[in-house]
C-alpha cells in the first residue's frame, strides 16, 4: 500500500503516489523493492533519443543530464506506451551530488526506485540502477534491490579525478559486498583497476561505451 494518500478529496497526486500503490518497501528509508532481472541488454539507447526511435530493439538508459529525462517523473503515464516497446529500461540515473543535503540523495534514489517499481507492476522489464552519492548513501544505495541479480552502474564522469574515483571505487565495493549480483551493466569505461577483481571473482561485466566516448572514438578513426 502507497504510504501517501493520494484519494483524499481535493488532494492532487504532486508526489506520484500512485508509483508505489502496488510497492513493497526495503531499508531504513523504505525504498521500493525492485524485483530481480537477470536479462543482459543486447544495446541502450538514452531516453532522450528513444522517445522519436523506432528502433525499439534495445534497452533505454537514463545516463544523461537529468532535464533530459525529468519529464518521465513529471508525467510518468505520458511515456509508459513508449517504454513498452523496447526490450527492457535501466532505471533512472537522477544526479547525487556529493554537495546535496542528505535529504535530496535520498529523494533521487528514491525516484528512481518509485519509477522501477511501477513500471515492474506494468509488465516492463528494469534493470535497476545504482547510484550513490557522499559515504552516508553507500550502504542504503542497495537497499530493495536483490542480492545475484543484475545491476547497472555509470561511470562516465565519476572516475576522472582522484578525488571522484575514490568514491567510486569505495562505494562499488560497499554495493558489491552487499549484493554479490550476477553481472554488472556498466555504461561507460570498465577500467581493469576498477573491475578485474570483480571479473575475478566470477561477476559478469559488460561495458556499454557512453555516447560521448562514442563520439570521441568516431572523431579519432575520421
Known amino acids: 500500500m502507497s504510504r501517501i494518500n493520494s484519494k483524499r478529496s481535493n488532494c492532487k497526486d504532486v508526489f506520484n503516489?500512485?508509483?508505489?500503490?502496488?510497492?513493497s518497501f526495503a531499508?531504513?528509508?523504505?525504498?521500493?523493492?525492485?524485483?530481480?532481472?537477470?536479462?543482459?541488454?543486447?544495446?541502450?539507447?538514452p531516453f532522450s533519443k528513444a522517445v522519436s526511435s523506432k528502433d525499439y530493439n534495445c534497452w533505454i538508459h537514463f545516463y544523461e543530464d537529468d532535464y533530459l529525462f525529468e519529464r518521465l517523473w513529471r508525467n510518468p503515464q505520458r511515456y509508459l506506451e513508449l517504454l513498452r516497446k523496447f526490450n527492457g529500461i535501466i532505471l533512472p540515473d537522477f544526479s547525487l551530488y556529493r554537495d546535496m543535503p542528505l535529504v535530496m540523495q535520498l529523494w533521487n534514489i528514491y525516484r528512481s526506485r518509485a519509477i522501477g517499481a511501477w513500471l515492474q507492476t506494468n509488465g516492463i522489464m528494469v534493470i535497476p540502477n545504482i547510484r550513490y552519492g557522499d559515504r552516508r548513501t553507500y550502504k542504503c544505495c542497495s537497499d530493495g534491490i536483490s542480492k545475484g541479480c543484475v545491476i547497472a552502474i555509470g561511470t562516465h564522469g565519476t572516475i576522472k579525478n582522484r578525488i571522484d574515483r575514490k568514491i567510486f571505487i569505495d562505494g562499488l565495493d560497499v554495493v558489491i559486498n552487499h549484493l554479490n549480483p550476477k553481472a554488472i551493466i556498466v555504461y561507460g569505461a570498465a577500467p581493469d583497476y576498477i573491475f578485474k577483481k570483480y571479473r575475478d571473482s566470477g561477476i559478469e561485466i559488460y561495458s556499454f561505451i557512453s555516447d560521448y566516448g562514442a563520439s570521441i572514438k568516431k572523431k579519432e578513426v575520421s
Request: a neutral charge; glycine letters at 4%.
Open 17 to 23: 503516489a500512485f508509483l508505489v500503490c502496488m510497492a
Open 27 to 45: 531499508g531504513l528509508f523504505e525504498f521500493p523493492v525492485i524485483a530481480p532481472t537477470y536479462q543482459i541488454p543486447n544495446r541502450l539507447i
